[in-house]
Nanobody, 126 residues
C-alpha cells in the first residue's frame, strides 16, 4: 500500500531554516517522481519542487528563488526539502505527493500526482 508521511515542519523565525522529510512506503523511488506542494490559508495549492525517478533531476518553482533544495535517498526511500532563508510568505501546509506518470524529469502540475501525504505545517513568524 502506497503511503507518504511528511515530517519536519514547525515554527521558525524569518531567515531560519527547516528540513522537511517525506517517507515513501509501497513504491521505490526508482519508479516514481516526488513533488513538494504547499497550501497557505485561503490560497490554492501550489507546487514548490519536484525530483524525478531515481533522483536524477529536479525542478523548482520560481517563487522559491534558490532558497530550497530537494534531494532523495533511494536507499531509505526518503525525499527531503531543505528550506533556507525562510520568509513569512512561506507559511503553509507542505505536502509531498507521488507520480507514477512522470517518467522523464518532473513538473509541478498537480494533476500528474496521484497520492498525497497528510501534510506538515510550516510557520514563519517573528
Amino acid at each position: 500500500q502506497l503511503q507518504l508521511v511528511e515530517s519536519g515542519g514547525g515554527l521558525v523565525q524569518p531567515g531560519e531554516s527547516l528540513r522537511l522529510s517525506c517517507k515513501v512506503s509501497g513504491f521505490a523511488l526508482d519508479y516514481v517522481a516526488i513533488g513538494w506542494f504547499r497550501q497557505a490559508p485561503g490560497k490554492e495549492r501550489e507546487g514548490v519542487s519536484c525530483i524525478s525517478r531515481s533522483s536524477e533531476g529536479n525542478y523548482y518553482a520560481d517563487s522559491i528563488e534558490g532558497r530550497f533544495t530537494i534531494s532523495g535517498d533511494n536507499g531509505k526511500n526518503m525525499v527531503y526539502l531543505q528550506m533556507d532563508s525562510l520568509k513569512p510568505e512561506d507559511t503553509a501546509i507542505y505536502y509531498c505527493a507521488v507520480s507514477t506518470r512522470l517518467i522523464f524529469g518532473c513538473n509541478l502540475f498537480i494533476k500528474n500526482y496521484e497520492d498525497w501525504g497528510q501534510g506538515t505545517q510550516v510557520t514563519v513568524s517573528s
